[in-house]
């Protein structure tokens, strides 16, 4: 982390170098301070960009803690905020003869043969739903992507819980997506999945690898600061 002064402010940031030509600044929800510069940017050039754009930072800081959602622990019940495919969905559990879930009119329905406050049976009933929903999607986009790319062999695709990573891939032979990818949008699954083919031609990001990505994913830039705006 970095650490950037101004008056009687000190702001602890993140420094990305990138192969771009400008500086971007970015403030997450749970207020991160996310700084891109160019690979060869001077400290410098750093520190006016920052001063230059100090007001806009304090006012999105200002305003995130502001309107900051706490975190809580989901209890599964009617009325509870869901994310998926980058939309939020206000979850409506109801006593049926079978155990099912849906998507219906804005809302996630829960189906369940037991009582709607059973919050385990619940949890289950939607856990089941996101992992097949994640199954689903995840090859349908990963079909659509790979058809981008000339490569000659399909890697595997698999689903695997990572802590700080959104995608990985090993070997040319399997390409990992993060669970909680689902939660986005599907340009920022699209994104993620181009990502990762990309590193079965470049290991490292370098500039053939951002040359490839731009050349199948032309909106790469703009589709990862939305991504940053979600949490792992």
Known sequence: MKEFIFGKFIYEYKLIRQNRKTLSLTVTPDLQIILKCPEQADSEKIEKFLQKKWFWLEKQLSFFKKYQRKIYKKEYVSGESYLYLGRQYKLSVKKRSENSASL??????????????????????????????????????????????NYKNMPKLSVREMKKRWGSFLNKEKIFLNPKLIYTSKDCIDYVIAHELCHFKYKSHNTNFYKLLKEKYPNWEKTKEKLEMYHI
């Open 104 to 149: 219906l009119k804005g809302k996630l329905v829960v189906n369940t043969t037991k009582k709607v406050s059973d919050s385990n049976q619940n949890k289950k009933i939607i856990n089941e739903w996101f992992s097949n929903r994640t199954n689903i999607v995840y090859q349908e986009r990963f079909g659509v992507v790979f058809k981008k790319f």
